[in-house]
């Protein structure tokens, strides 16, 4: 069915709102009942991929240096100020985040082979709290809910430096605080780690990997659903797929109707489709983006692994938003995807865009 007018023509107005030019929030809606929501990956500095490939003691010593390494080169406060640029561009009552961490590091013994006291380097989620605040923005955190943890592991960054870091992955709902509260009113905040989860053999233990999902009760201009955010398992696809199913099974199972916005971790487009996705398209979900742009291919995942690519490297499309029940898709954008996005040093705000979505209950 052709959209109205109307809507095609805020399509293209949100499209141009991609384009960071100014801090300011756009207006949230064109009409009653009109609703936006985000999913956004922020990016917790690295893919573990020297950790994951280390075989032996000395090479997993060096991998964890490299790791905090990336993450100190991704300048986690620069990112969390051009992200929330990107969140009030948007204009968002509700964002689902994810890769919200909080990174510590602390001196190494060699001598008892001991992990010291460790010190807070970043702490994503107050830091970009702090960055919507600053540019005038009004969010709350309505739930956060931990994934994985690392204890304060050792490491190396050669030629001789020892330390020990601590890493603690977490996703949370942000919900705006500057709205009518007779329009916009939110409740019930839970949260749970997956049943199913991964762990990661190391030279100095097994490290347990959970996902975990985190969700509202909202009401916005007397329309009732509920608003769940996520993180899939990335590496193991069976997994993600039985995560998926916890999900529709779990926090998905309401008589109220379902936004499901997440880093999915499952691709969507290009094809092939991931399981995951269209296990999700067979139980009714549909999805925000292919609804409302059958042959724009959306791309979300991801940029290079220190986000200082100079042109954007996103090939994949991941984080989704779905909906399940009385609700209408008017309209959805990318943010943090094209160049005006980036910092005065050229990181990109994250290895992901965010996508945001105006909806309607029906």
């Given at each position: ?277 269209t296990d999700f398209v067979s139980a009714g979900y549909q999805d925000a983006w292919s609804v409302t742009y059958p042959f724009l291919a959306g791309f979300t995942c991801c940029q290079a692994q220190l986000v200082n690519n100079p042109l954007s490297q996103l090939s994949q499309r991941t984080d989704l938003i779905l909906i399940l029940g009385n609700i209408e898709v008017q309209t ?31």
């Amino acid at each position: 069915m052709m959209k109205p007018l109307r809507h095609r023509l805020f399509g293209l107005l949100l499209f141009i709102a991609c384009l960071p030019v100014s801090a300011s929030a756009q207006s949230l809606s064109l009409g009653k009942g009109d609703l936006r929501v985000m999913t956004y990956n922020a990016d917790e500095g690295t893919d573990y991929q020297e950790v994951a490939r280390a075989s032996g003691l000395q090479e997993f010593l060096v991998a964890v240096g490299q790791t905090i390494t990336q993450v100190r080169a991704t300048n986690p406060p620069e990112r969390m100020h051009a992200l929330a640029k990107q969140i009030i561009a948007a204009g968002p009552a509700l964002v689902s985040l994810q890769e919200l961490d909080q990174w510590s590091s602390g001196p190494f013994d060699q001598a008892t082979s001991t992990c010291g006291p460790v010190t807070r380097e970043f702490d994503m989620l107050p830091e970009l709290l702090n960055a919507l605040a600053a540019q005038g923005a009004h969010y709350q955190v309505a739930v956060q809910a931990q994934q994985y943890a690392f204890p304060p592991t050792p490491g190396l960054i050669l030629p001789s430096t020892f330390l020990c870091v601590q890493v603690i992955n977490q996703i949370a709902i942000l919900a705006r605080t500057d709205l009518d509260p007779s329009l916009f009113q939110w409740s019930n905040p839970l949260s749970a780690q997956f049943a199913n989860s991964v762990f990661l053999p190391t030279p100095i233990g097994t490290v347990p990997l959970p996902r975990a999902w985190v969700s509202v009760d909202a009401k916005f201009h007397d329309k009732a659903f509920r608003f769940i955010g996520t993180h899939l398992e990335s590496a193991v696809p069976y997994i993600r797929e039985l995560q998926g199913a916890e999900l529709r099974a779990g926090p998905a199972k309401t008589v109220l109707p379902v936004i499901l916005a997440m880093d999915s971790n499952a691709q969507a487009a290009p094809p092939p489709q991931d399981v995951t996705y269209t296990d999700f398209v067979s139980a009714g979900y549909q999805d925000a983006w292919s609804v409302t742009y059958p042959f724009l291919a959306g791309f979300t995942c991801c940029q290079a692994q220190l986000v200082n690519n100079p042109l954007s490297q996103l090939s994949q499309r991941t984080d989704l938003i779905l909906i399940l029940g009385n609700i209408e898709v008017q309209t959805i954008a990318l943010f943090g995807a094209n160049q005006a996005s980036r910092t005065a040093s050229g990181l990109w705000p994250s290895d992901h865009a965010g996508v945001a979505a105006q909806l309607v209950g029906e």
